[in-house]
């Protein structure tokens, strides 16, 4: 199906982007078109202006901060963060995961920016980032504020980014000798995941576990949080922690699976990635 007529704009800077953004009701930012363009060609959306950020250099970049995060520009496309030197030293699951998007083109145009404002519940990165801890800095008229991972994601396809608003970068600290997680099952190699779950595990034995696909936003799942405090992270404690986990989620089912296969799947999910976080911490110390 053919799109329908549309103003486009390219603007030269972040602060023209926010300007036309702001400027006009039902403007939308356009990154990689993967998700949009598609979405508008089912007539599904009908912006009236198109700002394509995809001149803006600015938001490419991967880079330390002067305070020592690490920083992904929300232009950067997975290709880039798959190749980048920065994230192999800071926090390489973010590479280990993009690296698994679709196919070569779809990771050379979609882009990290994209992936989280689309807010997809069976996307990449929203639990991940989550449990890495992340900070999202959106910019709008007034300024720059920085939003926690966990409130930047609001329901399906809705996130703290509001009108008038764009996402500029993404920031996360180094493992410092944390080991990061993440497993999932998906409808083929590089389809739709049914359910997966991201951990972080840090050396003094604090950790963070996050599933996707069991909700309109990522979960935390606090309860095996709390009983993996302390925990050596042997396979039977993780176990133990993770049992009962699907009980208290309520995803929804659909052609590819139940509602209580996908609990099924995220306690598998959840277990994989603990584990797999709780090893690669033990190897960094």
């Known amino acids: 199906m053919l799109l329908r007529e549309v103003e486009y704009a390219r603007p030269a800077s972040v602060e023209e982007a926010v300007a036309l953004l702001a400027g ?16 508008m060609k089912a007539r599904a959306a009908a912006p009236e202006v198109l700002v394509d950020l995809n001149g803006l250099d600015e938001l490419r970049t991967i880079r330390f901060s002067e ?27 973010l590479a280990e995961v993009v690296a698994t998007i679709g196919d070569v083109q779809i990771r050379n ?15 990449h990165l929203p639990p991940l980032l989550v449990a890495l801890d992340a900070r999202f800095t959106i910019r709008g008229a007034g300024g720059e504020r920085t939003v926690a991972a966990e409130d930047f994601f609001l329901g399906v396809y809705l996130t703290a980014v509001g009108e008038g608003e764009l996402l500029t970068r993404i920031s996360v600290s180094p493992a410092s000798g944390a080991g990061d997680g993440y497993a999932g099952v ?8 049914l359910a ?10 604090s950790v963070r576990v996050v599933l ?72 960094a110390a």
């Open 212 to 283: 996707g696909c069991v909700d309109a936003v990522p979960v935390r799942a606090r309860q095996v949080e709390e009983r993996l405090a302390g925990s050596d992270f042997s396979e039977e404690a993780v176990r133990a922690a993770v049992e009962g986990l699907g009980a208290t989620l309520d995803p929804p089912s659909d052609v590819h699976g139940s509602a209580d296969y996908r609990r099924s799947l995220a306690e598998v999910a959840a277990v994989r990635a603990v584990l797999e976080a709780a090893s690669r911490r033990k190897e």
């Open 196 to 205: 997966n779950a991201a951990a972080s595990v840090g050396l003094d034995g």
């Open 186 to 193: 998906t409808l083929g190699r590089h389809g739709t995941y």
């Open 24 to 39: 006009h009701e039902g403007a939308r930012a356009l990154a990689g078109g993967q998700t949009l363009v598609n979405v």
């Open 109 to 123: 145009r979609g882009t990290v920016g994209g992936n989280v404002c689309v807010a997809d519940p069976t996307n």
């Open 67 to 93: 305070d020592g995060m690490l920083e992904l520009g929300a232009m950067a496309t997975y290709a880039q963060v798959i190749a980048s030197s920065e994230v192999d030293v800071a926090r390489p699951i």
